[in-house]
Every structure is written in structure tokens, then in C-alpha cells.
């Protein structure tokens, strides 16, 4: 409520692949016109909504699968890293540099 409030940045941590109901309201920026602001409602409380508030949610999870009533409310980014894709990264950079004509080919090929 408060980070809602004061436009703050809030984290959660370790989430599985299911989200709490209750954030919903915040997932969906189901905010009312109050006045000069906004307000939004969480659980039986109306809370005053900064537009410089933000909700990050991170997972241990090495490849979650959430469901498309999820989906739609979030941005998915996948920050996972794995040495096989490093090694594509760095292999198409040495290509490129070194031989620029198969790397155009390569471009070709793909599109």
C-alpha cells in the first residue's frame, strides 16, 4: 500500500507461477479518477495511486510458465543467461567481424 502511495518501487521476490488475487487491481491499473489524482483499490481500502510507482516481480524459476490471464497483465523478461548462448553471442560477433561476407549470407539465409 505504502510503495502504491508514495510512488514507490516495490519488489517481490521468489514468486511462483501463480500471483497473489489480490494484486490484481494493481496488475490491471484498475484506477479511478479521484479530483487532481488517482486512487486505486486494494482489498476494502481505497489507497491513493502515484504514477511514479512501479511493481517488479522476479522468480527463481528457470523457465515459469504462467497462464494467459497472467500473461496479458504483466511484461515478461527473461534475464536467464546460459553458456550455449553466450557462446552463439560470441561466436556471430567473431563471424562478423572477421568474415562479414558468411555473416551476410547467414542474414540472408535467415530472412
Do not use: C
Request: proline share 6%; glycine share 8%; net charge negative.
Amino acid at each position: 500500500e505504502l510503495g502504491v502511495q508514495f510512488g514507490k518501487w516495490v519488489l517481490l521476490e521468489n514468486v511462483g507461477e501463480s500471483l497473489d488475487p489480490a494484486l490484481d487491481p494493481i496488475l490491471q491499473q484498475q484506477k479511478i479518477k479521484d479530483g487532481s489524482g488517482w486512487i486505486i483499490k486494494l482489498g476494502d481500502k481505497q489507497v491513493n495511486y502515484q504514477e511514479s510507482f512501479r511493481l517488479l516481480v522476479t522468480t527463481s524459476l528457470p523457465n515459469p510458465h504462467y497462464s494467459p490471464e497472467v500473461s496479458v497483465k504483466v511484461t515478461l523478461i527473461n534475464f536467464a543467461i546460459t553458456p550455449e548462448g553466450l557462446q552463439d553471442q560470441m561466436l556471430g560477433i567473431v563471424v562478423q567481424l572477421e568474415r562479414p561476407e558468411m555473416e551476410e549470407k547467414k542474414s540472408a539465409l535467415v530472412k
